[in-house]
C-alpha cells in the first residue's frame, strides 16, 4: 500500500508541475501586421484560412496591402461599439460622417454652431463647442471657390430651394450665409471640391443639421481646423 501511495503522489505532483498546453501559452493571434514581402495568400496560409476571409473580415477593397497594416484574422472578436457614437458610410473617397448621440442630444439650436474645414472637405456641428457631427463635404472647385470667413445662416429652406443660376438644380435642406448667393445643402460628394461655391451635404446628414440649427446660426468657413481633443469616455466625441 505504502509504494501504491508513493506512485499515486508521484503521478500528482508530476500533473501539477506539467507546463501549460501549446494553445493557452500561446494564444492564437488576433490581429497581423503586414510586413515586405507580405501577399494576402501568404499571411492566409500561415494562420490556416482563405486569403477571400481576409479581404472580407478587412473590408478590404483590392488585395494590394500595404507595408504596416493590421489585418484583423479570423477568429477575432469584433471591437466593441461605442454606444454613443454611429457612423455613416457617405462615399469610398471620404471618411464616415459620425454623429455622437449624447452630444447631439444637449442640442438646442440656441446652442450650435457650424464649422466648415475646406483643407479636409469637412463640417462640424458644434453643441456648446464639443463635436455633434463630423462629416465629408464638398465645396468650391477651383474658379468658383468656397468664400472663408464667419456667416450667420440668414435664410432657410427644407425643400422647393433651385438654383437660380445652375439649370434650377434642387437645393433641398438650403441655408444662406449672409447676404451672399452661397449656401450648405443636400448635394453630389465625390470626395473633393466640385461644387460652384456651396457647401454640399450629404442627403443622410442635411436634415440633421438643418433641423439643430436656426437663422442666425453662426458658420465658420477656414482654411484649417483643428478638431478639439477627444475627452475621457463620458463625454466621448467624433473624430
Not at 507546463?19 to 488576433?30: D, E, F, Q, W
Not at 496591402?65 to 477568429?75: K, M, N, S, V, W
Request: charged letters at 15%; glycine letters at 6%; a positive charge.
Amino acid at each position: 500500500m505504502k509504494s501504491i501511495s508513493c506512485i499515486i503522489l508521484a503521478v500528482l505532483t508530476f500533473t501539477a508541475v506539467l507546463p501549460l498546453s501549446a494553445n493557452a501559452a500561446n494564444p492564437k493571434p488576433t490581429t497581423y501586421v503586414v510586413k515586405k514581402g507580405d501577399t494576402l495568400s501568404r499571411i492566409a496560409r500561415i494562420h490556416g484560412c482563405h486569403w477571400k476571409e481576409l479581404v472580407r473580415l478587412n473590408k478590404l477593397k483590392s488585395e494590394i496591402i500595404a507595408i504596416g497594416l493590421e489585418l484583423r484574422l479570423p477568429g477575432a472578436s469584433t471591437p466593441p461599439q461605442d454606444p454613443n457614437n454611429t457612423t455613416i458610410k457617405i462615399n469610398s473617397k471620404q471618411d464616415p460622417a459620425t454623429l455622437n448621440k449624447q452630444v447631439l442630444a444637449k442640442a438646442t439650436s440656441q446652442n450650435t454652431s457650424i464649422i466648415v474645414d475646406l483643407s479636409r472637405q469637412r463640417a462640424f456641428l458644434l453643441v456648446d463647442g464639443a463635436v455633434a457631427i463630423n462629416t465629408p463635404v464638398s465645396t468650391g472647385k477651383a474658379g468658383n471657390s468656397t468664400p472663408k470667413g464667419m456667416f450667420k445662416i440668414t435664410e432657410r429652406v427644407e425643400s422647393g430651394k433651385t438654383s437660380n443660376k445652375y439649370d434650377d438644380a434642387p437645393m433641398p435642406y438650403w441655408m444662406r450665409l449672409g447676404t451672399s448667393p452661397i449656401g450648405l445643402h443636400i448635394g453630389h460628394l465625390p470626395g473633393y471640391p466640385a461644387s460652384h461655391g456651396c457647401i454640399r451635404l450629404p442627403k443622410s446628414i442635411a436634415p440633421l443639421i438643418f433641423a439643430n440649427t436656426k437663422s442666425g446660426t453662426v458658420v465658420s468657413i477656414q482654411q484649417s481646423w483643428d478638431a478639439p481633443p477627444t475627452p475621457p469616455p463620458a463625454m466621448l466625441v467624433c473624430r
